[in-house]
């Protein structure tokens, strides 16, 4: 498995209040991916990244922000958590050095957050 | 709009037997598709994978079938076993190094 730690695994919050959930490879891939995985939703890509200080917006990114920079390290923030944001965070990273294909992604453990 | 769409939320097979989980795609410019297994409370597994240019993929027990006129996928597991029970979830991606595009998934359980 590829080497991928989310931190932190749980976390309950309230309305309202900043967030930050973090990412960390120590695989050197290139390509980092915050999703969120919500009942009858599959997953959902929230932001990517394509390199350090290199982001984009996903499918479902508002209301999330996100920061690279380094490679290892990618945080997924929250400004102002709502209860809509209550789902498990997944991460996941792809094209390692060498690749020949970059899509395949490998995913971390996930973090639960609870926003009441 | 999904453009992968698992339509099968669960599937039972006995111990031994084939199972076979579908997924269909809408979207023509996807040319790379995976599956991935979840148990619960862990992030998604890789299991295989397939580019467009081929029309089957095996490892082990697991198969993938690639019908792209149809736009249709479908892993095939021989012989299931209970530890196969989880989500199974396919994914299309059309671009490198951006996201994937996936299903709802589909709970396969299987049973001794």
């Known amino acids: 498995d590829a080497g991928i730690t989310q931190s932190p695994r749980h976390k309950v919050t309230e309305t309202g209040t900043p967030v930050t959930l973090r990412c960390h490879q120590t695989?050197?891939?290139?390509?980092m991916y915050w999703y969120r995985q919500d009942p009858g939703h599959g997953l959902r890509l929230i932001h990517y990244?394509?390199?350090?200080?290199?982001?984009d917006k996903g499918e479902v990114s508002d209301g999330y922000s996100v920061s690279r920079s380094k490679t290892e390290d990618f945080l997924l923030t929250l400004e102002s958590a709502t209860s809509s944001q209550t789902s498990v965070y997944f991460c996941a990273i792809s094209g390692g050095a060498g690749a020949v294909v970059t899509d395949t992604q490998y995913f971390g453990p996930g973090t639960r957050l609870t926003v009441l | 709009d999904q453009q992968v769409k698992q339509n099968s939320p669960s599937l039972s097979v006995q111990e031994g037997r084939i199972s076979i989980l579908n997924c269909d795609y809408t979207?023509?410019?996807?040319?790379?598709f995976l599956w991935y297994k979840k148990y619960p409370a862990e992030g998604p597994t890789f299991l295989i994978s397939?580019?467009?240019?081929?029309d089957k993929n095996e490892d082990g027990r697991f198969t993938v079938f690639l019908n792209k006129s149809a736009k249709h996928l479908s892993l095939h597991i021989v012989p299931s076993q209970p530890g196969d029970s989880a989500v199974y979830f396919c994914a299309a991606s059309g671009y490198s190094g951006y996201a994937l595009n996936f299903g709802k998934g589909t709970s396969l359980l299987v049973t001794p």
């Open positions: 397939i580019s467009s240019i081929k």
């Open positions: 990244s394509y390199g350090v200080k290199d982001t």
């Open positions: 695989e050197n891939h290139r390509y």
């Open positions: 979207n023509s410019m996807f040319d790379y």
